[in-house]
């Protein structure tokens, strides 16, 4: 199985840079994924990693170390529209995801 | 392109009685998921589905079965529902092998009492 963890709740001001953690212990790992997730919305995907090392799209960026279980989603250049819910998701070898609890972003102008 | 649909959008069902979620998808994938969100828990698998004609049990499966005899519709039912089973109720799809990903329909939010 997998244990993903990631804070519960971070705040920021717009136009700033957040940067929000996840840590995972993983039977298999194929791949680790970022989702945004709107209030009352479902989740829509934001990026992907599998290899070690940043991937950048925009103005969100992920990076993942597989020897340390470890990624981040990095926001720059915070818009009050980016207030979501930001999921931590790993992929198993069997195609199937498990995910964190998530992480609440408040921007604040 | 509708992507992935469900049905109801929500619903109060009476505990012990029967339901069927459904979930359609057109975009030819051959995986699909149900998932259910509660707060603080996050998204947890149910059933899933790698494809047509065979179905496999995620981490939350007891209380729920699922079919799917064909690669669009993966219907889930709650047989004799409980009040512990109130959730939002997410279906996705996706193709397996590479970076694709899963894509989630709407949700159902289904009241238990």
């Known amino acids: 199985g997998q244990n993903i963890d990631q804070p519960t709740e971070m705040t920021a001001t717009e136009g700033a840079i957040v940067q929000i953690n996840c840590t995972y212990q993983?039977?298999?790992?194929?791949?680790l994924f970022w989702y945004q997730q709107h209030a009352g919305e479902a989740p829509t995907f934001l990026s992907y990693n599998v290899l070690d090392g940043l991937e950048e799209k925009g103005r969100f960026s992920s990076f993942l170390s597989r020897s340390k279980g470890y990624s981040y989603l990095l926001l720059k250049e915070l818009q009050m529209k980016d207030s979501a819910s930001y999921l931590c998701a790993v992929r198993d070898g069997d195609y199937k995801l498990s995910f964190g609890a998530g992480t609440t972003v408040t921007v604040r102008a | 392109t509708a992507g992935i649909t469900q049905a109801p959008t929500s619903q109060i069902l009476a505990a012990g009685r029967s339901m069927t979620l459904r979930c359609t998808q057109d975009?030819?994938?051959?995986?699909m998921y149900w998932y259910r969100q509660d707060l603080g828990l996050g998204l947890r698998l149910i059933h899933y589905s790698n494809t047509a004609g065979t179905t496999g049990k995620g981490e939350v499966p007891d209380g729920y079965s699922v079919s799917r005899a064909n690669t669009d519709d993966f219907p889930l039912t709650l047989a004799s529902a409980v009040p512990s089973q109130t959730s939002v109720y997410f279906c996705?799809?996706?193709?397996?092998?590479?970076?694709?990903?899963?894509?989630f329909g709407p949700g159902t939010r289904l009241t238990v009492l």
């Open positions: 975009m030819r994938h051959n995986a």
């Open positions: 996705a799809s996706g193709s397996t092998g590479g970076p694709d990903t899963q894509y």
């Open positions: 993983t039977s298999g790992f194929n791949g």
